[in-house]
Antibody, heavy 117, light 107 residues
Framework: EVQLVESGGGLGQPGGSLRLSCAAS????????MKWVRQTPGTGLESVSY????????YYADSVKGRFTISRDNAKNSLYLRMNSLRVEDTAIYYC??????????WGQGTQVTVSS | DIQMTQSPSTLSASVGDRVTITCRAS??????LAWYQQKPGKAPKLLIY???SLESGVPSRFSGSGSGTEFTLTISSLQPDDFATYYC?????????FGPGTKVDIK
């Protein structure tokens, strides 16, 4: 059974940093691209970042470019999102999702990130 | 950037109704479109990919159609478990934009 479990969310200060993790199981992790998607009541679902299966290709939404870094450790079946220079508008539920040729076929349960002083 | 719109934003329907949701892309995305269902407090669930292919395990009352810039999700006979919010998502470009969602609630 495919499972994705996020962790690392919580309260962050404006200008501060957080690191999200996503532990994957039940499939050959290195065979799949992965994405981080966030959701807020006001802005709906937003694709934040993408990483290819090998880790050689990354993409970022303009709203996080230069502040967030996606990475993966295929030996540990883990996906990460390093979030620097946090802003209040980064407050959201963050999901990791498995990318199956563009469609996101499995999602984690989400982790809440709140940016506030 | 490819922008996605959905209509209606809210839809009130009864059990047994046929329901249709429309999704439009700001430029052609061929058939690179997915539909998701989301219930409160849960992650989105993939229903349809490649505009019209049903994800494994999804009931056959769900169907998708369209190509280019206009797409539809149809629920042939609405069931109590189907009251939820539905999102379309394009994957023609790496930004993978989502539509704003359509909430299906009980009439």
């Amino acid at each position: 059974e495919v499972q994705l479990v996020e962790s690392g969310g919580g309260l962050g200060q404006p200008g501060g940093s957080l690191r999200l993790s996503c532990a994957a199981s039940g499939f050959t992790f290195s065979n799949y691209a992965m994405k981080w998607v966030r959701q807020t009541p006001g802005t709906g679902l937003e694709s934040v970042s993408y990483i290819s299966g090998s880790g050689s290709t990354e993409y970022y939404a303009d709203s996080v470019k230069g502040r967030f870094t996606i990475s993966r450790d295929n030996a540990k079946n883990s996906l990460y999102l390093r979030m620097n220079s946090l802003r209040v508008e980064d407050t959201a539920i963050y999901y990791c999702a498995r990318d199956w040729n563009g469609a996101l076929d499995h999602w984690g349960q989400g982790t809440q990130v709140t940016v506030s002083s | 950037d490819i922008q996605m719109t959905q209509s209606p934003s809210t839809l009130s329907a009864s059990v047994g109704d046929r329901v249709t949701i429309t999704c439009r892309a700001s430029q052609s995305i061929s058939s690179w479109l997915a539909w998701y269902q989301q219930k409160p407090g849960k992650a989105p669930k993939l229903l349809i990919y490649m505009a019209s292919s049903l994800e494994s395990g999804v009931p056959s009352r769900f169907s998708g159609s369209g190509s280019g810039t206009e797409f539809t999700l149809t629920i042939s006979s609405l069931q109590p478990d189907d009251f939820a919010t539905y999102y379309c998502q394009q994957y023609n470009s790496y930004l993978y934009n989502f539509g704003p969602g359509t909430k299906v609630d009980i009439k």
